[in-house]
Every structure is written in C-alpha cells, then in structure tokens.
C-alpha cells in the first residue's frame, strides 16, 4: 500500500525530528490569531479544509471508491459552526457509528467534522484508508499510486510525504 502525510505544513519548515519551526495555526480554533504577523480568518481557514476534503475525495476517486466505513470513531460533541446547517449537521453527527458505510457527501462531512475537532475517526475500506492526527495531519493509504492526484493535492497548497499513517495499530 503507498502511504502519504497530507498537510498543510511544508516539509522544509520540519526540524530533525519532524516537528515543525513554524509558528503555524492547527485547528479551527486558531481562527482569529495571528501567526507571523497575519490573522487567520475564517475564509483561510476554509481554503485549507476544503482542500483536506478534496484530497480525501480525489483519493477515493482515484481508486474508484464511492463510500468509505467508519473503522474508528470518537464524539467530541456537537459544536453548531455558523456554516453547518444546523439540523441537518446535528442529525449527521448523531447518526454516526462504528462500521456505517458513508457515501461521498458523507465522508466529505465527517471529514469536516474531524478537521475541526467535533470527531476523531479513521474511515477505510480494502483499496485506502484515511486517518486523522492532531495539529491538522491527515494520512491516507492506497493501493494506487496515483500520481496525477497527488499533483493536484500539491497544486492545492498541501504537501504530500511518503509515511505510515502512526494510527495504523
């Protein structure tokens, strides 16, 4: 299986033990803070979830998958954010489970919902996995190489490293 650490961190930032130099936001609670003289607002924020969920996506489709399972899963609790449909976001998060098959729309969602804290999960099927870290580090594993993908993960500002996911266990 080729597995990768999909972030927004550039590995040139990393010291020799991996850990980032950079004063660097990692969670959705950071919005508002500065971090080298910049304030992460709300739409930046989003730039890089939507890219975290696009990369998942990509992945799936790279490797013709249209639903994932929920092979781990910890609630953290509901937290209603001004751009969750609220009802129908509660219902969802309710509504996940251990083993629950999650369509497309569905694994973008619950991506969402790991990125800002509301789970902690690891979704996965035979052909890939994708599992979530602290700090905003995603891995994701697949039986495809899938070059062409990957390039467009990098043209989306995310960087992409050959490495076992450390939630394989």
């Not at 629950?100 to 973008?108: E, F, G, I, K, Y």
């Not at 919902?113 to 035979?126: D, S």
């Not at 990957?150 to 490495?163: A, K, P, R, T």
Request: net charge negative.
């Amino acid at each position: 299986m080729y597995c990768w650490r999909i972030t927004k961190y550039n590995p040139d930032n990393r010291d020799v033990n991996g850990f980032c130099r950079k004063d660097d936001w990692t969670s959705v609670s950071d919005i508002g803070k500065k971090f080298n003289g910049v304030t992460l607002t709300f739409e930046e924020y989003l730039r890089y979830e939507n890219a975290y969920i696009d990369a998942v996506l990509q992945v799936m489709h790279g490797n013709d998958i249209e639903s994932l399972s929920v092979v781990a899963l910890e609630k953290n609790g509901y937290f209603n954010f001004k751009d969750f449909p609220a009802q129908e976001s509660k219902r969802f998060y309710n509504s996940l489970s251990l083993s629950r098959d999650l369509p497309l729309h569905s694994v973008a969602q619950i991506t969402r919902f790991a990125l800002r804290e509301v789970v902690w999960c690891k979704l996965g099927c035979e052909q890939m996995y994708v599992h979530f870290g602290y700090d905003y580090y995603m891995y994701i594993g697949s039986e495809k190489p899938l070059e062409k993908e990957l390039n467009s993960l990098i043209n989306n500002g995310l960087f992409v490293e050959n490495f076992i996911s450390p939630y394989m266990a």
